[in-house]
């Protein structure tokens, strides 16, 4: 899946990737228009253990916020429709299934947080906590049993000091990057 696909999901339908550079650790920092014209931001990053979906979180100045399960690559993970989501920070350690958003582009679809903000606060606050940190997001592929994704948190904060905090306007929710 191309990259515009992707950002046409990431921001409910995004028209055109600006650019992509590395980030911090394994995060990427993208730049996208959205249709009608506007630029946003983003920093996505790929599980350590599987291809075919990122962890995407996205902005356009402090108009809005996403932070959303995508597929990815050439042969992107097919999503159920459900949108069944358990996370957890160690392994086997879930939370309840929660529903996120299921949005559809094309074949495949993609899963956003009901709560962008205070999710990506806790993800900010644990990587702080320790470092080493992995985000452990269970779900389930089409037509397929459960699957565990791990994204390791490390570089997080750093990725979003330097590309997102002040275009997203994080310190009002956050405060200053430590």
Known sequence: M??????IVLATLL???VGVAPA?????FEEFLNPQGDRGIGIT????????????????????RQVAILPDGEKPL???????VSIGFAP???TPDGKWKVRKAGENRAYFAPAPTPFMGRLYAEEKRDP?????????PAKKGPIVLEFPLAGLRDALAKHLWKRCKLDVYFGAPE
């Open 2 to 7: 191309t990259r515009t696909i992707r950002f």
């Open 45 to 64: 990053l790929a599980p350590s253990n599987a291809t075919g979906v990122e962890l995407a979180f996205g902005c356009e100045s402090d108009r809005w």
């Open 24 to 28: 911090a650790a394994g995060w990427t």
């Open 132 to 140: 080493a940190s992995v985000l452990y997001v269970k779900l389930r």
């Open 78 to 84: 097919r999503l159920a429709s459900d949108g069944g």
């Open 15 to 17: 028209t055109s990737l």
């Open 92 to 94: 086997g350690k879930f």
